[in-house]
């Protein structure tokens, strides 16, 4: 299993990957993606559009999405990164 932790994973890290290797975070960045968690939990948390955290994307920016439904569309935003490939 390939351990990532932002910004030194290697092109071979992400070329297993890619083909199917099982990765997890390393538990040093844990605390750093809390931080991070917090603070989008925090802007959403206002009434204040702010790009990609509560509104839509691209030509969709001027789109507000519903309290209700942003859990949604992080997660499907998540899934699509994780499906996303390119040839290596």
């Known amino acids: 299993m390939s351990v990532i932790n932002p910004g ?18 390393d538990p040093s960045c844990l605390d750093a993606v809390a931080r991070s968690a917090a603070f989008v939990a925090q802007i959403a948390a206002k009434d204040q559009a702010v790009y990609g ?6 030509l969709l920016a001027s789109i507000g999405i519903a309290p209700e439904d942003l ?3 992080q997660r499907n935003c998540g899934f699509r990164r994780s499906r996303a490939s390119i040839p290596i």
């Not at 290697?10 to 990765?23: E, N, P």
């Not at 955290?53 to 691209?58: A, E, K, P, S």
């Open 8 to 25: 030194s994973v290697t092109l071979s890290t992400w070329r297993d990957i890619y083909q199917g290797g099982k990765a997890s975070l």
């Open 53 to 58: 955290i509560n509104t839509g994307f691209g």
């Open 71 to 73: 859990q949604t569309l």
